[in-house]
């Protein structure tokens, strides 16, 4: 199971919660935003397709 660790949307009414969130102007800006977090989080982007980026850590901290 991954673990939320930022989400990046272009209308902050879509998103609510406890993980730091960014709030981009356009599509455009959202996706530099959720690849430039992808590489300095090591973590996965994953594109929901409502307007709404979310980055997750998938790596097995049981290892």
């Known amino acids: 199971m991954g673990r939320i660790m930022a989400i990046v949307a272009f209308d902050s009414n879509q998103v609510a919660g406890g993980e730091p969130i960014f ?19 090591d973590a996965a982007a994953h594109d929901l397709e ?10 097995d901290s049981d290892k």
């Open 50 to 59: 409502n307007g709404v980026m979310i980055l997750v850590d998938h790596s």
């Open 23 to 41: 709030i981009t102007k356009d599509k455009s800006e959202q996706q530099k935003v959720a690849f430039l977090l992808e590489k300095i989080l």
